[in-house]
């Protein structure tokens, strides 16, 4: 069992900056695909980016490459995500998610564990 808590959300303007963090329970995380996806009102919840268990591997929705970077530090238990040149359009609640699996990510199937998301909301 993976708890998941996500930090670092706000309201920020247009083309400002903020850093998701993403802090996992156990100790077994570096073993854990990690990935950020998000909801806004009225949509459907989306696929943002995502990060294999070794941190060798990432992946990005094409809104959002080349402003956003996802890491992870595997002895701190945690991933982030770096989101520059943000847009209003990016406002959401962002989520966390892990899977044991690296082939969950590869594929985009169901993750096994979330957060409770964190939101964020860009101005312009």
């Known amino acids: 069992q993976v708890q998941l808590v996500e930090s670092g959300g706000g309201l920020v303007q247009a083309g400002g900056s903020l850093r998701l963090s993403c802090a996992a329970s156990?100790?077994?995380?570096?073993?854990?695909?990690m990935g950020w996806f998000r909801q806004a009102p009225g949509k459907e919840r989306e696929f943002v980016a995502g990060?294999?268990?070794?941190?060798?591997?990432?992946y990005y929705a094409d809104s959002v490459k080349g402003r956003f970077t996802i890491s992870r530090e595997n002895a701190l238990n945690t991933v982030y995500l770096q989101m520059n040149s943000l847009k209003p359009e990016d406002t959401a609640v962002y989520y966390c998610?892990?899977?044991?699996?690296?082939?969950?990510?590869?594929?985009?199937?169901?993750?096994?564990?979330w957060g409770q998301g964190t939101q964020v909301t860009v101005s312009s």
């Open positions: 998610a892990a899977d044991d699996s690296d082939a969950t990510l590869r594929w985009l199937s169901p993750f096994d564990y």
């Open positions: 990060i294999s268990s070794s941190g060798g591997t990432t």
């Open positions: 156990g100790r077994t995380f570096s073993s854990y695909a």
